[in-house]
Every structure is written in structure tokens, then in C-alpha cells.
């Protein structure tokens, strides 16, 4: 990721290569890319292989791991071990056992601690150690790509003694794989041909653990399954909150050349000299959350348009709503006087009550609690979906019509190019389509039926919403979840289809 005084990349035209760099110097902007041609929607700026990959830990790992050779769901308790480290596999015949892409080079270290466990897994195998190891073997493995991940920002001066990035990485990372693998080397590097490492300390751990916190980028495989990938070039892309690009990855092909491949294309017209931008944060965050999570865990301070704008670019996502000053209700909407102040007071546009930035840092943290303890009740699905059906009066249906063009308009502005919210903006436009066919359903307001021009502007309405929410996937139906949705619009369109040649109705 950018940071002043590095090295400026450009994206350059190629005959046949969309990805082709020029390298400059810019101590004002740092290292980011700019492109040096016009790009249209859909066109692909740079495709690049991963320096390293390597799975993460699960969230129940004392349920499910990934097999450490192929990254399948593996059950801890029944599946299968690696005959010679005994980490949990799909199975003992895995190919990726033996590929030094995947498990092969490890595995030598691993074997180090021969004991297996069935209790307390997740302690006993930690696979967020792994990527940092895998960086660590490609002295050996892969010398050129151990060159260019050294080259990599690890902020190594943000993450000193003392602070929690140091000492989460010091006691989960770099002491676990000291104590139970690499303090073992020095009585086995013959035997494990580990000569051509030549550093093996805890410094170097440390400074590959903030080149991991910095670079890498989350890929879901399905499952729950999910892993880390660094790559070298994509790290140059700068962050901004409304970013112009989007990142799919290859997941289905486990060659050497292709797997997880990367391809950056552009959402958005970006014309020649202008940055070309990824986004390191959520897009549905407000901008308190965004700019505190970009400081925590990438150590700078975003002063991108968005952040500047103390409505978000029209969609008051971070507005929030004033009580009055105790006496006299009020109407109004508190925002900060200026965004890019961590400090600033919210004042409301309507009256003359402020909120310091502490108040509302706790009101939005309160206001998380409660969304997570209701997530945490887990209610029943198919029993809320079987009540809907009697509540859908007209009047509830407007409301819910509203409400999803309400939020459409907020994807679309915070996400002009689906490159970070295409599943919201699918699902969104999918929940206005159904409610729009439940509608023209419906009888009016005082009991008469729907003429058949009342009718069709309504189901006209609603393909075009299914239709924006099938486009919206476009590049997303490789991926677990992307595929899952466009299955279930895949069913509605059915329907929707059936429904229409029932009602003789043709778009």
C-alpha cells in the first residue's frame, strides 16, 4: 500500500498486456498506480500470481480446519492427518501434500513436533502461522519472490514492543513457531536441507507478520474456508473510500500458474493520469469506523472525498439523528463540522445542541452491541419468512419499496461500480423486485383490484430491478456466496417469467 517517499508504479500500454509497468519515483505521492490510458468498465488493468498464500484459521476450528494441502472443510475430530507432520488433511493421498506451492516445503518444518491432538486444536495448529511461515521458506523456495515480498511495507516503525500488533503477532506468530518448530532446526538443518535460509530470528518473523497485516488480501474458497494471498504488484494500489476498481480471484484451478490468480478491472471510466484506487476498508462502515480501522491497521489517515464530506456524498450514512437539548425536541441531524478532525463536535444543521466525538464514538459502539446481541439470538428464518406473507399489507409493502430504493441510492453513491458492494446492491434489488411482484398482487387501498396498466408498470419495474440485481453479480458468480445469490434470482426470474405468461403479460 502507498506510503510517502516509496516508489511510484504506472500502468503502461502493451501490445497484448493490459498490466505492464512503468516504475517513477514520487516522494509528495508514494507508491501508487496511475494509468497511462484510458480503461472502460470491464476492462482489466493488471493480472498477477500470488508471492504466497497460505489458509487462515476458521472461526470454530475446534469444529472444521481447512485441509492444509488442498484448503477443503476437514472435520478436526474424524479426517485424516498428514502422514509425516500430522496436521489435519482431507486425506493422507492430498497432492497438495506434497506440492511445495502448498504443504510440501512446510511440512519438513512441521514434522519438527511429532505428537498430534485431538483437544485443544486450535492452539496445537495454528493456521495464521502459516502464511508468515511460508514467507519465511521462500528463501529457500522461491528466492525472487522472497526479494520482492522483502520490498514490502511492514510498518515495522508503528508496530514496536508494546504496542497490541506487536504483541498479538509476538505471542501467536512468532513464539509459536520458535518454541514448537524453528528452535528444533538447530539440531536437524542438515537432515532438512535448510541451508539456504539464512535467517530464521524473531525480528524477521515480526517485520513478515506486518508485511502479512499490510499487504495481504482475504480470499473466501466456500465453507467457511477462507485464505491469505500477498501480491506484488496489487499492493501498490492506493486506498480510497470510492474506489474505481475491483479484484476477482481464480479459485478454481489449483495449477501452478493459476490458482488465485488475480485480475484488477475497472468499474468506473478512468481516464488517463488518474489514480487507480482499491479500497482497504468496508464501504458500508460510516466514516468514524473507516478512517479508525485505516489507522489502526494500515497507519494512515484517509482524506479521500468521501471522508472529506460530512454527508458522504449525499447519503448522511453517519448522520445522526438529534434528540434536542432536553427541553425541546428536535428534528435535525447531527454531523461532524469536520470529518477529518478525529476530535471534531457533530453539530446539529437545525439547532444548536453538539455532540462531542467521544459521545458519539460510544453511541455508534453501543448501537454495534445491539445489532450483534440480536444477530447472536439467531431467529428462525423459515419462521419469520412464513409470517410475511399476512403482513405484506400495501401499506408495509411502499414502506419496504422505499426503503430499498432508499438504500440502492446509497450503494450506488458509495459504490458507483459494484466494486465492493455487488451482493448488497444484488440483494437489495432482489428484495424490490419481490416486493414490487407482491404489489401487483395485492388489491388497492380501498379493496379494488389493479387495472392491467397498474399491473404491468409494476412488473416492468420489477425486471428491471431483477435484471440490475443479476448484473450486479456479474463478477461474482465464481464465489461461494456471489453464486448462492444468483442461483436464488436465477429461481425468481422462473418465476417472475411464469408469472408474467400467466398474466400474458411480455416485456
Given amino acids: 500500500m502507498p506510503m510517502p517517499g516509496l516508489t511510484t508504479v504506472l500502468l503502461a500500454p502493451r501490445q497484448n498486456s493490459s ?60 479426517e485424516e492427518r498428514c502422514p509425516d507432520c500430522g496436521w489435519p488433511v482431507c486425506s493422507g493421498n492430498c497432492p497438495g501434500l506434497k506440492d511445495p506451492q502448498h504443504h510440501g516445503a512446510e511440512c519438513q518444518i512441521l514434522s519438527l513436533r511429532p505428537e498430534c491432538v485431538l483437544d485443544d486444536m486450535a492452539d496445537y ?68 536441507d535448510m541451508k539456504f535460509i539464512q535467517n530464521l530470528s524473531p525480528e524477521l518473523i515480526h517485520k513478515i507478520c506486518g508485511i502479512v497485516d499490510t499487504n495481504a488480501l482475504e480470499i473466501r474458497l466456500g465453507d467457511g474456508i477462507e485464505l491469505h494471498a500477498i501480491y506484488a504488484k496489487t499492493s501498490f494500489m492506493e486506498h480510497s473510500c470510492i474506489p474505481n476498481t475491483k479484484h476477482t480471484f481464480n479459485v478454481s484451478n489449483q495449477g501452478k500458474n493459476e490458482f488465485l490468480k488475480i485480475t484488477i478491472k475497472a468499474v468506473v471510466p478512468i481516464m488517463k493520469n488518474n489514480h487507480v484506487t482499491t479500497m482497504y476498508s468496508h464501504a458500508l462502515w460510516g466514516t468514524l469506523a473507516r478512517r479508525q480501522h485505516l489507522k489502526d491497521t494500515k497507519y494512515f489517515s ?135 411482484v407482491a404489489k401487483s398482487k395485492k388489491t388497492n387501498v380501498d379493496g379494488t383490484f389493479k387495472s392491467v396498466t397498474e399491473v404491468k408498470e409494476l412488473l416492468s419495474e420489477a425486471k428491471i430491478a431483477l435484471d440490475e440485481a443479476l448484473s450486479s453479480l456479474k463478477d461474482d458468480v465464481d464465489e461461494s456466496a456471489g453464486s448462492k445469490l444468483h442461483s436464488v434470482i436465477k429461481n425468481s426470474e422462473k418465476d417472475f417469467k411464469d408469472l408474467c405468461k400467466k398474466k400474458d403479460i411480455y416485456f
Fill in 19 to 78: 498490466d505492464a509497468q512503468d516504475v517513477r519515483i514520487s516522494e509528495e505521492l508514494g507508491r501508487h498506480l496511475v494509468a497511462t490510458r484510458d480503461f472502460q468498465p470491464g476492462d482489466a488493468i493488471l493480472t498477477e500470481e500470488p508471492l504466497v498464500f497460505a489458509p487462515k484459521a476458521t472461526a470454530d476450528p475446534e469444529a472444521f480446519m481447512p485441509c492444509v494441502g488442498c484448503y477443503k472443510k476437514v472435520f478436526t475430530d474424524m
Fill in 302 to 436: 484517509c482524506k479521500c472525498e468521501r471522508c472529506s464530506d460530512p454527508t458522504e456524498l449525499g447519503t448522511y450514512l453517519s448522520a445522526m439523528k438529534c434528540l434536542g437539548d432536553g427541553n425541546n425536541p428536535c428534528d435535525g441531524i447531527h454531523l461532524p463540522e469536520d470529518p477529518l478532525d478525529d476530535e471534531t463536535d457533530w453539530a446539529c444543521n437545525k439547532c444548536s445542541v453538539k455532540v462531542n466525538n467521544s459521545q458519539v464514538s460510544m453511541i455508534i459502539s453501543q448501537m454495534g452491541e445491539e445489532v450483534e446481541n440480536v444477530q447472536m439470538m439467531n431467529p428462525s428464518v423459515p419462521i419469520l419468512e412464513s409470517l410475511l406473507p399476512n403482513l405484506m399489507s400495501q401499506e408495509i409493502l411502499d414502506r419496504k419499496i422505499k426503503m430499498c430504493k432508499d438504500l440502492i441510492f446509497v450503494t450506488k453513491t458509495l459504490d458507483p461500480g459494484n466494486a465492493r458492494l455487488s451482493l448488497y446492491t444484488a440483494v437489495l434489488q432482489h428484495e424490490l423486485h419481490s416486493a414490487l
Fill in 125 to 192: 495448529y495454528r493456521h495464521d502461522a502459516l502464511l508468515p511461515l511460508r514467507c519465511l521458506l521462500l528463501q529457500k523456495t522461491d528466492p525472487d519472490k522472497w526479494s520482492r515480498l522483502m520490498e514490502m511495507q511492514s510498518h515495522m516503525e508503528c508496530r514496536t514492543p508494546g504496542t497490541e500488533s506487536y504483541d498479538e503477532a509476538d505471542e501467536f506468530i512468532v513464539q509459536y513457531l520458535m518454541n514448537n518448530f524453528l528452535n528444533l532446526l538447530t539440531t536437524s538443518e542438515a537432515k532438512l
